[in-house]
């Protein structure tokens, strides 16, 4: 039985416990949060809530703590430091800032003698290893990733700091049309707008100027300014009834080529498609924890990631059991 | 440079032949035949072509041997014998004898200190990881394979026996609406024959008995029978014109639930869409050459599978650049 500390409890956490129960060989020990813990209440009976300064208590019973922070400011902290007193897993998704980051949890890790997973989940995370997989095998070939559709939680927040709005949700959406040009092979060159679209819907507040908040979306850079952008309004109703969800998916397509002088075609595509992309996340989280511990006891220590890990650590089943049921 | 060998000289030693040359690290050593090596013309310049007893003369010479015999009765034998003197990789796709063969690989390999690849390719091999991979992290769901369009070379045969049949190709088509169900999240239960389709295009003797070839095709065993199967008769000009690729690839689904009570529908979907399957097949080998270099050297040996392999073993990128480019 493998025994799961939960740093944090948002919907990340919440879907890391939830996966835990799906899985007979995992268990959740305790949750530690940086709020007043007799105002957390949890899912799971019998698992203490229990305050961040509490952790140094627990080293004995944790095998793995599973650390649910954001990549902005609480992970490039929080990983290493927790690295020194136990084998953590973390979702740091910031894709410029790995190598960095990488370097920080590694010195920790190694020093201690522990195991550290960084950046875990579906990108980074399975999308990362595809794009690894597809490019092995496929030298000759480029890759294409796109994503959604899906909420995007950075652009959904980036609108509602605009005057005026009460609420957003912001969907990104792959365009289809250039997924098809990619599967058929044509290798295109895609702009940013080629390949993705935004979709906003916005609770505008009484009286708010809708023609100024649609402007000041429409041309916000980095988030919209470089993209084809909708903005619909809506009522707050129909926000809670229609987008209370955080869906999200995405397509890796590696198109290649084969033969002695590249005369065949190939494609290999990974396609998510989510309900929930944070329970998604977590669920990913969560069998990392049974690999942590495998390759913990084959001697391997530091700061690995999914490109390390055979994937035969991530199941619970036994060797015998996959050779001949899942080969 | 890893220095690879290839056993036999069909198609998919053909496919390795030219996947070896776009890999910079990776070299042609040797090629070994059954056949009289003066008979067989490679595409390589410099390269020999040697018989198979000449094998034992190259031990020091070549790092991995590839095997690229028949499942059905060469690589049983032959990759037991192989590991005794090599590293070795073989696609043995015999699923419900893989349990079998991994032992006697592996007896072979354990003693003699070598690493031993079995059953590489993309199924088994990359549909194999991605089957794992996806229920680990989804356990709470089911798998779906499917296969095609493409050429299935044993149900080709299957009909050539057939008197009165001159040649014959014969693709297998994945049920469009079957996998549109599985990704909608129904889990169905699916027959046979809900899920595949074949198409059979087979040209006959002059004056042969069409209706008789026809019954014989949809009527046979484990074959056809199980199918909805179409046979369309067309010319030898238009089965050397239109139906001279090995074109194959196919699906693996996981449909799976997340959640405290599985309220969050998740969909994880590896899609191959392959010009030549047996180039294709044999890309995935030649990356396997590299990762057996990488783990040999970290001391490990014995019959190992997909399931074992880190990912980052397969790439020819040090870490520094994968992390900083592909996670």
Redesign the interface.
């Known amino acids: 039985m493998v025994n799961i500390g939960i740093v944090g409890y948002g919907n990340l956490a919440r879907?890391v416990?939830?996966?835990i129960?799906?899985?007979e060989d995992l268990a959740l020990a305790a949750v530690f949060t940086r709020r007043d813990p007799a105002s957390v209440k949890i899912?799971t009976p019998n698992v203490p809530v229990l305050p961040l300064e509490a952790t140094a208590d627990w080293k004995d019973r944790i095998d793995v703590m599973i650390l649910c922070g954001g990549s902005a400011t609480d992970l490039p902290k929080m990983t290493p430091v927790f690295a020194r007193d136990f084998n953590v897993i973390d979702s740091f998704d910031t894709?410029a800032t790995?190598?960095a980051h990488?370097e920080n949890v590694n010195a920790a890790a190694v020093e201690s003698g522990h195991i550290a997973f960084i950046?875990m989940g579906w990108d980074?995370g399975?999308f990362?290893?595809?794009?690894?997989?597809a490019?092995?095998?496929?030298?000759?070939g480029k890759d294409y990733t796109f994503w959604g559709k899906g909420v995007s939680q950075g652009h959904s927040d980036a609108v509602r700091r605009i005057p005026g709005v009460l609420d957003c949700r912001q969907y990104t959406i792959p365009v289809e049309s250039a997924m098809d040009r990619v599967?058929a092979g044509e290798n295109p060159q895609l702009s940013t707008r080629e390949k993705h679209s935004r979709y906003c819907y916005v609770v505008a507040a009484e009286g708010a100027d809708k023609a100024a908040i649609e402007n000041a979306i429409k041309t916000m850079p980095n988030y919209f300014a470089d993209y084809d952008t909708t903005v619909e309004f809506i009522s707050m109703e129909e926000m809670r009834r229609d987008h209370s969800?955080l869906p999200h998916g995405g397509s890796v397509i590696r198109s290649g080529v084969?033969?002695?002088d590249g005369e065949?075609?190939?494609?290999?595509?990974?396609?998510?498609?989510?309900?929930?992309n944070p329970?998604?996340t977590?669920?990913?989280l969560v069998?990392c924890a049974?690999a942590a511990m495998k390759m913990k006891a084959r001697g391997i220590t530091g700061c690995q990631?999914?490109?390390?890990?055979?994937?035969?650590d991530?199941?619970?089943l036994p060797?015998?059991e996959?050779?001949?049921h899942?080969?």
């Not at 990362?128 to 997989?133: G, Q």
């Not at 065949?264 to 498609?273: G, R």
């Not at 990631?305 to 035969?312: L, R, Y």
Request: with cysteine; hydrophobic share 40%; charged share 15%.
């Open positions: 879907g416990e939830c996966a129960r799906q899985n899912l894709h790995i190598p990488f950046s980074p399975l990362s290893v595809n794009r690894l997989y490019s092995a095998i496929l030298p000759q599967r969800g084969t033969g002695w065949n075609h190939q494609t290999i595509e990974y396609k998510l498609t989510l309900d929930s329970q998604f977590a669920s990913v069998a049974r990631t999914i490109f390390d890990i055979p994937p035969a991530l199941s619970p060797r015998e996959l050779l001949a899942m080969l």
